[in-house]
């Protein structure tokens, strides 16, 4: 199927990234571009975070039902894409057998064809981009592999984007860390100075205690350093190197 030559984006993603105010604001320019790119009808993202897929941005008007219908039944081209990290194609949805109910449901939206490219961010995170056509066969060779080029550079790009938030999390992460440690540190200290015994002993000791009363060793030591009159010292806060 011959169609024109398409313009390529006008602006790096990374540029686009620095440019916009937000993600969502970013993945919405980076959906305008891939179906510009791709000459497909629709096109939406969907994002894995913490093991959750959920569509984050779309266009054309049917990429987020053709979504929903897959995470009601937990499977689909988007999903299986995401899921093994490779291309999923479906030239024509009337002749397709996987995925039950789901090629008739996008039938009946008026998709015909599809092509589900994943994009590989990090670990914790994976997605997918979602093209639709209304015509059969929508998509050629060419067409499969820009996309494929274009999601490549948008993982990077997302990574990117989703740094600050991954930042806070770790900054979280530590500082109850740190809270936790300062508690058990004191609670260790307090039960050296009754039992006279040493620093090794007196974690055994607490953490013998977790495990009879099935409380958290925190917890168990937050209560001992109240009784002996030493509410637990809060540690520094974090703060950015200058």
């Not at 057998?97 to 064809?113: K, M």
């Not at 639709?132 to 274009?150: I, K, N, V, W």
């Not at 009363?213 to 637990?232: F, H, K, Q, S, Y």
Request: some cysteine; aromatic content about 4%.
């Amino acid at each position: 199927m011959d169609r024109p030559d398409r313009a390529q984006p006008k602006t790096d993603l990374i540029d686009r990234l620095v440019e916009t105010g937000s993600l969502t604001e970013f993945l919405q320019h980076l959906i305008d571009d891939a179906v510009e790119v791709s000459g497909a009808d629709g096109c939406g993202v969907t994002l894995r975070r913490r093991q959750r897929p959920l569509t984050v941005v779309s266009t054309g008007g049917v990429a987020d039902k053709l979504d929903e219908k897959q995470y009601g039944q937990d499977d689909g081209p988007c999903l299986q894409a995401l899921r093994t990290g490779h291309v999923v194609h479906v030239p024509d949805v009337l002749e397709e057998t996987r995925w039950g109910t789901y090629p008739r449901f996008a039938a009946g939206l008026g998709v015909r064809s599809s092509l589900s490219v994943p994009i590989s961010v990090r670990d914790h995170t994976a997605g997918a981009l979602n093209f639709c056509a209304a015509a059969p066969d929508a998509f050629t060779d060419h067409d499969r592999q820009e996309p494929a080029l274009f999601a490549a550079r948008a993982g990077g790009a997302i990574a990117l984007a989703q740094r600050p938030a991954d930042a806070e999390d770790f900054t979280r992460d530590l500082q109850s860390a740190l809270a936790s440690r300062s508690v058990i540190d004191q609670a260790i200290g307090s039960v050296m100075q009754q039992r006279r015994c040493t620093a090794e002993e007196a974690f055994d000791l607490l953490r013998r205690l977790s495990q009879r009363t099935n409380l958290e060793l925190r917890d168990i030591c937050a209560r001992l350093t109240d009784i002996a009159g030493r509410p637990p010292s809060p540690p520094p806060p974090l703060r950015p190197r200058p």
